[in-house]
């Protein structure tokens, strides 16, 4: 019934630190993702960088999910921190999903190839 | 400088560690024990931002699970490229390093200056339960959540398909 951290010094967060610190995280982890997914050739490791991209996602839903701003409907504020929740959780589900596809797909073309680079998997160019 | 203002600098400095170490490490396995610290860190941050069921669900799901996935495919294909290490004079390097901080200024600049100042928000700390969580999953949300498990059965079926020896 009790929230846990209602009992830790954390519990004065919103009062202390703005909503501007965690979307700058998240905008940072996503372009270093996005860099990431561009710039490095091993599958798996594009996959990490795709992960680290719904990572930061994940983190922007559940900022603006706690910090009842103007953009967030104030009429109940309750309602937008659990959509928030609520998005993220299905977010989670799907790239679980994503990881388990992708690196069957990844394993099915090393297979087939012996190798495994993303410039040189270009079979299917017209 | 507050306890909280710190502790928050520390995890997000752990988390931009661990997103600079998955992007510019040498080989795939420190990748991945560097996405192991972004996850953990960010789940941290989770729990800052009063969400603790997501905050477990992240360092179980993500720090666990999908990382024991991606650890076994790295261990089982054989490491061909150990030298895919971004060139820093490529020329798809320095383009995405200027597309990412034009994007990253603009918005920076129109999204995120205008949330900087400090919000005084009284706000019940509940939302974050399993309980709360719990009740909305199974009765509002009750049909995404059986789409979601069909689609996560299809994706069992489907990896064993494509991994299976020969299809």
């Known amino acids: 019934m009790i929230p846990i951290l209602t009992h830790l010094p954390f519990a004065a967060v919103f009062d202390e630190i703005p909503l501007g610190w965690f979307l700058t995280l998240s905008l940072v982890m996503f372009t270093l993702g996005a860099v990431g997914v561009v710039v490095r050739r091993n599958p798996v490791v594009v996959f990490m960088c795709i992960e680290l991209m719904l990572n930061a996602v994940n983190l922007t839903f559940l900022a603006f999910a706690a910090y009842p701003t103007q953009m967030v409907a104030l009429s109940n504020p309750g309602e937008a921190a659990i959509t928030g929740q609520m998005v993220v959780i299905f977010v989670m589900a799907i790239a679980a999903a994503e990881v388990a596809v992708g690196l069957g797909i990844i394993m099915a073309i090393f297979r087939l190839r012996n190798e495994a680079d993303v410039d040189d998997m270009n079979t299917m160019r017209g | ?167």
Do not use: H
Not at chain 2, 107 to 129: A, D, K, L, S
């Open chain 2, 1 to 167: 400088m507050t306890l909280n203002q710190i502790a928050f600098i520390v995890l997000s400095c752990l988390a931009l560690f661990g997103a600079v170490g998955v992007v510019f490490f040498n080989t795939p396995v420190r990748s991945a024990m560097a996405l192991v610290v972004n996850f953990f860190t960010l789940g941290l941050v989770y729990f800052m931002l009063g969400s603790e069921l997501i905050g477990i669900t992240q360092i179980m799901v993500y720090a666990g699970a999908i990382m024991v996935l991606f650890l076994f495919v790295i261990m089982i294909l054989k490491s061909t490229n150990d030298t895919d290490k971004p060139q820093l004079g490529e020329r798809r390097f320095i383009f995405s390093l200027l597309g990412a901080g034009v994007v990253f200024t603009m918005i920076y600049r129109y999204v995120i200056m205008p949330t900087m100042e400090r919000t005084n928000v009284q706000f019940t700390r509940t939302y974050g339960t399993p309980q709360e969580i719990g009740k909305t999953l199974f009765t509002q949300y009750a049909w995404p959540f059986e789409i979601v498990s069909m689609l996560l059965l299809v994706g069992i079926v489907g990896s064993i398909m494509l991994a299976k020896r020969r299809f």
